[in-house]
T-cell receptor, first 108, second 115 residues
Framework: DAKTTQPNSMESNEEEPVHLPCNHSTISGTDYIHWYRQLPSQGPEYVIH???SNVNNRMASLAIAEDRKSSTLILHRATLRDAAVYYC?????????FGAGTRLTVKP | EAGVAQSPRYKIIEKRQSVAFWCNPI?????LYWYQQILGQGPKLLIQ????????DSQLPKDRFSAERLKGVDSTLKIQPAKLEDSAVYLC?????????????FGEGSRLTVL
């Protein structure tokens, strides 16, 4: 399985940008980088995905390194509702396997 | 659009008893997943269906867990007999497309406590 490495936890202040890193040095050419987040007592929800180019959507931005061995999820202005566990996943066809993720704490 | 429905939300049983969880995916979603999430860990894939066929069940403990998806729509996950270590949240997810770009939609999960 293609593996990802994320910090166990991170803290941010409300209304400041947050950069959540993910290392995936064994990524293959056909693996897509997906990010999901899980709010307390809920199932995971999709955030964003990309292959090679940086991606933006209403929730976040995804910055992918040129060699694709790492990526960063960017929340432009963290709110208290962004406090969650964020998972970085390499998706190969139907394979969607989660790691332990990064627990983001947002301080008011 | 209705989301992924799961029931029951909570279940408490004693070890060696049996339990079943039900999942109704989003209409038209061909791919269905069952995950097990133990407290403090990320979700672990148990089984994946494409319509009513099994795509991947390599991490399903087949001596006690079984799952089916009759008619390619609803799915049930059964545990018999349950062990203490089966205490977890069981998450169902569905996806419209099977490509690398497909988004998974998760239900709220079924929390199992085995005493």
């Amino acid at each position: 399985d293609a593996k990802t490495t994320q910090p166990n936890s991170m803290e941010s202040n409300e209304e400041e940008p947050v950069h959540l890193p993910c290392n995936h040095s064994t990524i293959s050419g056909t693996d897509y980088i997906h990010w999901y987040r899980q709010l307390p007592s809920q199932g995971p929800e999709y955030v964003i995905h990309g292959l090679t180019s940086n991606v933006n959507n209403r929730m976040a931005s995804l910055a992918i390194a040129e060699d694709r061995k790492s990526s960063t999820l960017i929340l432009h202005r963290a709110t208290l509702r962004d406090a969650a566990v964020y998972y970085c996943i390499l998706r190969r066809n139907n394979d969607m396997r989660f790691g332990a993720g990064t627990r983001l704490t947002v301080k008011p | 659009e209705a989301g992924v429905a799961q029931s029951p939300r909570y279940k408490i049983i004693e070890k060696r008893q049996s339990v079943a969880f039900w999942c109704n995916p989003i209409s038209g979603h061909a791919t269905l997943y069952w995950y097990q999430q133990i407290l403090g860990q990320g979700p672990k894939l148990l089984i994946q269906f494409q319509n009513n066929g099994v795509v991947d069940d390599s991490q399903l403990p087949k001596d006690r867990f079984s799952a089916e998806r009759l008619k390619g729509v609803d799915s049930t996950l059964k545990i018999q007999p349950a062990k203490l270590e089966d205490s977890a949240v069981y998450l169902c997810a569905s996806s419209l497309v099977t490509a690398n770009t497909g988004e998974l939609f998760f239900g709220e999960g079924s929390r199992l406590t085995v005493l």
